[in-house]
């Protein structure tokens, strides 16, 4: 099959969760034989191989109005549709819909909803009610168009139906278990950050992301200081892009910003901290640290549509017991990349094989919602 993968977002460099998901899927269509192509707001090369029929073509930013009308974007999938015989499109998230629906229709293709999370919900707490009700109707209407629509977790297609009453098809985030594993330590990031003889607690996440501002600020204001004061040689590590000014200026915090090799950074620490209280789908940073065998501690909402969780790689305490449980694992003096079980939980989501369990060509024959 020709697929083409749409995105409203720039999918390189691949350093956010909605990038690595629509990415790895892209790889992972490839290597079972069907011809990819991407259609992304970047403007960045990179080095991915859709194989030899591949093909990925960047658009320009429109802004909030692109989401609705975006001549670059159309003019990519015109080139696409009309070009190179494509028998499906996959659209991530709902705010390119009204676009994607038409040209469809006008091509006589099937579209499926890759739902990164059930926006309707994300969006009900952010506070603006109209934002939220624009977000609700496009991904109603996307559902109801669509042949068929993938969410990340089984919370997820609860939610699908609750909101529009449709079924829809597990398809989890995944791991690339051979690109994170474990390993030693990098000495040139143990001296350039100065962690000798130090306990790393280690937080990562893209912080223009409201859930994730949100968990950092819990973690440093109200577990940090308990911890520090048993562990004054304890030190915070948060990485991923646009850390927010507040973590600035305490020198038992880190704050990279977004790094190049997200593995290497992972391999420094004692322990990985979730401590997220809201937003959707499954978490990609947890996986990628259990496939580096690190104990994860996370909170419910942090580890949810995660399967496996056995207290032994990855922990998980309400947001009330964080820093106790924090404790006690910085008391056990816990190597970095030691812990055999959360490889096992991580091995469970190898992307190929979930990608795998898609019938794709079923999918693509199926009548609409």
């Not at 749409?6 to 992972?28: E, F, H, M, V």
């Not at 209280?277 to 990609?284: A, D, F, P």
């Not at 994860?296 to 947001?319: C, M, N, R, W």
């Amino acid at each position: 099959m020709n697929i083409l993968l749409t995105s409203p977002y720039q999918l390189w460099p691949d350093n956010c969760g909605c990038a690595r998901r629509t990415l790895n899927i892209a790889k992972a269509l490839t290597r079972l034989g069907h011809s990819v192509k991407l259609l992304s707001r970047t403007t960045v090369n990179s080095d991915m191989d859709l194989g030899p029929e591949g093909e990925w073509k960047y658009y320009s930013n429109w802004g909030a109005s692109g989401h609705f009308f975006n001549p670059s974007f159309l003019s990519g999938l015109d080139y696409f549709l009309h070009k190179k015989n494509i028998s499906m499109i996959v659209a991530s998230f709902p705010y390119q819909t009204m676009m994607v629906i038409r040209k469809a229709r006008e091509a006589g293709l099937p579209v499926v909803y890759d739902a990164h999370n059930v926006e309707a919900n994300r969006f009900k707490f952010t506070h603006n009610p109209f934002k939220a009700y624009l977000v609700q109707k496009t991904e109603a209407y996307l559902c109801k168009h669509a042949q068929a629509v993938l969410t990340v977790s089984s919370g997820d297609c609860d939610l699908m139906e609750f909101y529009y009453g449709v079924k829809s098809y597990l398809l989890p985030n995944g791991v690339n278990t051979r690109y994170f594993t474990p390993g030693e330590k990098d000495r040139t990031l143990v001296s350039l950050y100065q962690l000798e003889d130090r306990q790393v607690v280690l937080y990562f996440g893209n912080y223009d992301y409201k859930p994730n501002r949100e968990a950092l600020h819990f973690l440093i204001e109200r577990i940090w200081p308990t911890v520090k004061k048993r562990y004054p040689k304890a030190i915070l590590m948060t990485i991923g892009r646009n850390p927010p000014s507040w973590v600035n200026g305490n020198p038992d915090i880190i704050a990279t910003g977004a790094v190049d090799d997200i593995t290497s950074h992972l391999r420094l620490a004692n322990v990985v901290v979730i401590p997220l209280m809201k937003g959707g789908g499954t978490r990609l940073k947890i996986l990628e640290a259990l496939s580096c065998a690190q104990v994860v501690l996370s909170t419910p909402k942090g580890a949810s549509g995660i399967e496996g969780v056995d207290q032994k790689g990855l922990i998980v305490v309400p947001h009330e017991d964080f820093a106790e449980k924090l404790i006690d694992l910085l008391e056990q003096n816990i190597c970095p990349c030691s812990n055999e079980y959360s490889r096992q939980i991580a091995k469970k989501y190898e992307w190929q094989q979930l990608v795998g369990n898609i019938d794709w060509e079923s999918l693509s024959s199926m009548e609409s919602q």
